[in-house]
């Protein structure tokens, strides 16, 4: 049983992303009383094969959908930092604007996307949440913790360094620890559903949603009939 954090901070590049890689997991967090806030690096406004909107008309679409479906899982705080969807980069400017998140929320616990490309989930491995991995994990250490890190951050914004102490890998290759989300799937559901612009049909989504997770707890050693998220904790401290 891993314990509940108090705090939880959720970086991910696009909106839906965290809902696929770890609403379930948030939902039983928020259930127990964990204060969950979610961090997009982009508006997600390159996302779908329709050119009839424009990209801003896009990006406030999808702000829309994730506050909507963040609220399906308990989670009250959706942040979008607004940088190009498809052209991240680990930069230090990015690595400042989430090291900023990070001292104004101040987790215990921080999820982000694989920094690694994983060669048997080659989906997962998309460009901007391999850079948003990479800015997320920096951020984390050295840069929140560091104050003579984007010093602008304590001197101008008041905001003291903070230690997260362990960060949870969602997408990416070795994952170790298997959370039990089966309490909890039809809430991961709903929040999906909630992307109306990138999921047509939900219903068709779902066997492979319950395939992908049931998989997952196979080879967690859940029992028989269970559904699970993935991650690789990290300890930083």
Not at 42 to 57: H, I, P, V
Not at 152 to 163: N, Q, R
């Amino acid at each position: 049983m891993v314990d509940v954090p108090e705090r939880a901070l959720v970086v991910m590049a696009h909106p839906d992303d965290a809902d696929f890689a770890c609403a379930g997991t948030v939902a039983s967090w928020t259930a127990a009383g964990t204060e969950v806030v979610y961090l997009m690096v982009t508006d997600g406004e390159a996302g779908g094969d329709e050119l009839t909107l424009d990209s801003a008309e896009i990006g406030a679409m999808r702000r829309g959908e994730q506050r909507r479906a963040a609220a399906e899982v308990g989670v009250k705080d959706v942040r979008f930092l607004g940088h190009p969807d498809g052209r991240v980069v680990p930069s230090l400017e990015l690595r400042r604007d989430i090291a900023r998140v990070i001292r104004q929320v101040r987790p215990q616990r921080v999820i982000i996307p694989s920094p690694e490309r994983d060669w048997d989930n080659i989906h997962a491995a998309h460009p901007d949440h391999m850079a948003t991995g990479e800015a997320a994990i920096n951020a984390v250490f050295p840069d929140a913790r560091n104050p003579h890190a984007h010093r602008e951050l304590l001197a101008e914004e008041g905001l003291v360094p903070w230690i997260v102490p362990q960060v949870w890998v969602a997408g990416g290759p070795r994952p170790h620890h298997h959370s039990d989300i089966t309490g909890v799937f039809e809430r991961k559901l709903a929040a999906l559903a909630a992307h109306e612009s990138q999921i047509r049909d939900i219903d068709e989504l779902e066997p492979m949603l319950r395939a992908w997770m049931g998989d997952n707890a196979v080879k967690g050693g859940l029992p028989e009939g269970s559904l699970a998220e993935v991650f690789r904790i990290v300890h930083t401290t």
